[in-house]
């Protein structure tokens, strides 16, 4: 069965560090997305792109993150400069176009010391 | 943020009895709910979904239910399994567009034997 791989598994950075966080979605789809989890929180939505743009992004999703499909199946989510807040599980998603249910990742857990 | 409530953060129920999660949303402009199930250490796992045209959705032993007027889902489980023990997260999506997920903040369910 087709799934999102994400890599690393677990990230270890320090404080002001840039980290690049990948996942190949799954093939067929066309929308893309990172959410986050911070412990103890809810999944909270960063970030959706769709034909090689952002359509949206929320509030937390300022100018020290980017996003970026620079080949035909990855899918990568850069932070510049690490925050210790930035510290949480990213999860990346796609879906189909004209369906609603989106597919996750087994996240990327992100440690900044 | 507070669009999508899940109230209970913790429900015990006896294997083979019947499993109930609720969630509440408050802005009327969501169209498609959704219900996932985590597992620890990996991410949302799509279970059951229900458009806002519907007020019951069935798939095997998972029905969720859909109260527009109360803006108001539940996700029944029946009979429940000790691999049901998961946190579950309702999230919700507006039509058109990207489609960002908004989700509650899980209700952890544990099925005891």
């Known amino acids: 069965e087709p799934e999102v791989t994400q890599t690393p598994s677990h990230q270890v950075t320090q404080m002001g560090q840039e980290v690049i966080l990948r996942c190949v979605p799954i093939?067929?789809?066309?929308?893309f997305y990172w959410y986050r989890q911070i412990l103890g929180q809810k999944v909270e939505f960063l970030v959706s792109f769709y034909n090689n743009e952002i359509s949206e992004k929320s509030e937390i999703f300022d100018d020290q993150f980017s996003v970026e499909r620079p080949d035909g199946s990855n899918f990568t989510l850069k932070i510049r400069s690490t925050k210790l807040e930035d510290s949480a599980m990213y999860f990346c998603a796609s879906r189909q176009t004209g369906e609603g249910i989106q597919y996750f990742g087994a996240g990327t857990r992100l440690s900044v010391l | 943020d507070q669009q999508v409530k899940q109230n209970s953060p913790s429900l015990s129920v006896q294997e083979g009895r019947i499993s109930i999660l609720n969630c509440d949303y408050t802005?009327?402009?969501?169209?498609?709910f959704l219900w996932y199930k985590k597992y620890p250490a990996e991410g949302p796992t799509f279970l059951i979904s229900i458009s806002s045209i519907k007020d019951k959705n069935e798939d095997g032993r998972f029905t969720v239910f859909l109260n527009k007027s109360a803006k108001h889902l539940s996700l029944h489980i029946v009979p429940s399994q000790p691999g049901d023990s998961a946190v579950y997260f309702c999230a919700t999506t507006r039509g058109g567009g990207a489609q960002k997920l908004v989700f509650g903040q899980g209700t952890r369910l544990t099925i005891n034997p």
């Open positions: 093939s067929n789809h066309l929308y």
């Open positions: 802005n009327s402009m969501f169209d498609y």
